[in-house]
């Protein structure tokens, strides 16, 4: 079966780094375009990033852009999250996804992936 897991979550101090990966197993990995959410207590799951079958094509929202940067390897089925400049509002459970279907999309809705990993806890302090 389809099976996302991320790793490299982890408490850090506002201002540092953190990259995350996330690795595909079950699936034609470059057949997907994956993307990153997160989700904070109390608080609705929201689209972090995406990026195409190939990672010709990338998209961020606004509350990341220019700090997080998505990338994948199709030969190692992994896509990553470099987070930079991390602040406390970061501070979520991150989660992948897979989108099988229009892997040439960039898609910002959780309904529109149909994998999802289980998540990695990231934790900024102050």
């Known amino acids: 079966q389809v099976q996302l897991v991320e790793s490299g979550g982890g408490l850090v101090q506002a201002g540092d780094s953190l990259r995350l990966s996330c690795a595909a197993s079950?699936?034609?990995?470059?057949?997907?375009?994956m993307g990153w959410f997160r989700q904070a207590p109390g608080k609705e799951r929201e689209f972090g990033a995406a990026i195409t079958w190939n990672g010709a094509s990338t998209y961020y929202a606004d509350s990341v852009k220019g700090r997080f940067t998505i990338s994948r390897d199709n030969a190692k089925n992994t896509v990553y999250l470099q987070m930079n400049s991390l602040k406390p509002e970061d501070t979520a459970v991150y989660y992948c996804a897979a989108r099988s279907y229009d892997s040439r999309a960039l898609a910002t809705r959780p309904y529109e992936y149909n994998y999802w990993g289980q998540g990695t806890q990231v934790t900024v302090s102050s």
């Open positions: 079950g699936l034609t990995f470059s057949n997907n375009a």
